[in-house]
Each structure stands twice: as C-alpha cells, then as structure tokens.
C-alpha cells in the first residue's frame, strides 16, 4: 500500500492563494471521483473540507476549492487568512482491499 | 450534538491488548459506516478498519489483520475496536470517523492515544 505524495510545506501571506498537490495513480486519484480534503490544526482531529474531487460540506468556505487532472488532484485556498494555518492531507479511495489512502499531509504557514 | 468520543487509550507493553471505544451522540451509530483511523505522531492518517451498518464485511488494513477486531454495541452506541498482540508500530491516536460508506470522512471524534512501549 502506498500514501499519496503531498508537499511537505506551503506558505502565503493573508490574502493570497495556495494550492497544495496531491500525486496518486491510476489505481486510485485518476479511477476514482472520490478524492477528500481534510484540514487538521495542532492537536484537533481532522476536518474535512473537500469530498469528492470538487464538493463542500455544509458550512465549509467557499474560499477552499478542489480540483483534478489525471492522477494529480489539488486543493486551493483562496483569500488566505490567519486561521487557516493547518496541516491539509489528501484522501482517496483505492478500491478493492486498498481501501483509503491518506496523503503524508502539507503544514500550511500564513505568514 | 453530533460527535464521536474515543475512549480506551492508554500505555501498553508491546504484546498486551486494549479495547477502543467510540460512543456516538445525536445519531445511531448502527445506520452509518464506522471506520478506524490512526494517526502515528508527526505521519498522516491511516485507514485501520470499517464497521459497515449491517456489520457484514470488516476489512482490516493488512498490518493489523488478525489482531484487531471491530464490532458494535447497538444498545450502548458505541462501536469498539480490540487491539490484541500489540506492537511498537501501532502507537498511534486513533480516531473513529462516520463514513459516507467508504468514500469519505464527515464526522471525526477527537482521539484516543495508544502508546505501545516497553
């Protein structure tokens, strides 16, 4: 079983926007519509924020985006703001026994 | 409030057992899919198990197969995982997450750490 490829680190200052990258395969970013996002800070449990490559959940901003190209899927956070300092790590299901793959996660500095 | 609580953690000696538990409030744990999740200190999170509403099919990520065992107490909400034959690389907090079947994650509890050492 393999995790997705993540960034380790990304920053941008208040107003800004940044993308972190999320890098699978075939077998499971590029065959499945089912990438999640998940927004974690210091010791809290995850959030998500992205579910299904492109949809929000209910009461998540509209300031957080998701998208994909082949195997690579991507999260941006537009109008950066203090608060979303965090560590963001990608989810995808992989089908059959793989199951779920997370992302080693990308610390996100506002600064 | 619709939450998760893990309970159950704690220091174990590599070899020994513990038993998870993951009450939930505000909703029936036995409609929805209830995986396991673990998150080793400063690592992302991994998939450790899921617990389907009808309790049929219990996958096991591999590294825990045969030691681990997800069931449900319907009468008491709670869902449990009993971790036997503990080892070192299972230190972890581990956290229950309702699923929309196995797609993702809406609901997390807040953790439960486990701390295998000798």
């Known amino acids: 079983q393999s995790a997705l490829t993540q960034p380790a680190s990304v920053s941008g200052s208040p107003g800004q926007s940044i993308t972190i990258s999320c890098t699978g395969s075939?077998?499971?970013?590029?065959?499945?519509?089912?990438v999640s996002w998940y927004q974690q800070h210091p010791g809290k449990a995850p959030k998500l924020i992205i579910f299904e490559v492109t949809k929000r959940p209910s009461g998540v901003s509209s300031r957080f985006s998701g998208s994909r190209f082949g195997d690579t899927a991507s999260l941006t956070i537009s109008g950066l703001q203090a608060e979303d300092e965090a560590d963001y790590y990608c989810?995808?299901?992989?089908?059959?026994?793989?199951?779920?793959?997370f992302g080693g996660g990308t610390k996100l500095a506002v600064l | 409030e619709v939450q998760l609580v893990e309970s159950g953690g704690g220091l174990v000696r590599p070899g020994g057992s513990l038993r998870l538990s993951c009450e939930g409030s505000?909703?029936?744990?036995?409609?929805?899919?209830i995986h396991w999740v673990r998150q080793a200190p400063g690592k992302g999170p991994k998939w450790v198990a899921r617990l389907k509403s009808d309790g049929s099919n219990t996958p096991y990520v591999d590294s825990v197969e045969g030691r681990f065992t997800v069931f449900r107490d319907s009468a008491k909400n709670t869902v449990y995982l009993q971790m036997n034959s503990l080892r070192i690389e299972d230190t972890a907090v581990y956290y229950c997450?309702?699923?929309?079947?196995?797609?993702?994650?809406?609901?997390w509890g807040r953790g439960t750490l486990v701390s295998v050492s000798a």
């Open positions: 075939s077998g499971d970013i590029g065959h499945y519509n089912l």
């Open positions: 989810c995808s299901y992989a089908g059959g026994t793989a199951f779920v793959f």
């Open positions: 505000g909703f029936t744990l036995s409609s929805g899919w």
């Open positions: 997450a309702r699923g929309v079947y196995d797609r993702h994650f809406d609901l």
